[in-house]
């Protein structure tokens, strides 16, 4: 069973910048895609940024240029380097892998203070 370990939550001040790590437990090779989601506090878990088996990244517009995700292959780790971090960009970050199904993480949490 793969398991998926986010780090790298925490407070930042609106402006700030922040890296998440997730490490797979396996190669992250496995995987056909894998990505960061957000959920904030009563609403559903969105895809925040994506990253292909082939190395093609995707973004959710409130996003683009602001995040970028990265993946170390031989660290089995991804990577969502966060800046211009904003209030709304608060939340439970949840990281991804799709092979077949969907595994998850158990979730780190940001908050952007104003």
């Known amino acids: 069973q793969v398991q998926l370990v986010e780090s790298g939550g925490g407070l930042v001040q609106a402006g700030g910048s922040l890296t998440l790590s997730c490490a797979a437990s396996?190669?992250?090779?496995?995987?056909?895609?894998m990505g960061w989601y957000r959920q904030a506090a009563g609403e559903q878990r969105d895809l925040v940024a994506s990253?292909?088996?082939?190395?093609?990244?995707d973004y959710a517009d409130s996003v683009k240029g602001r995040f970028a995700i990265s993946r170390d292959i031989a660290k089995n780790t991804i990577y969502l380097h966060m800046s211009s971090l904003k209030p709304e960009d608060t939340g439970v970050y949840y990281c991804n892998g799709r092979r077949g199904g969907d595994f998850w993480g158990q979730g780190t949490q940001v908050t952007v203070s104003s």
């Open positions: 990253i292909t088996f082939g190395g093609s990244t």
């Open positions: 396996g190669s992250i090779f496995s995987f056909n895609a």
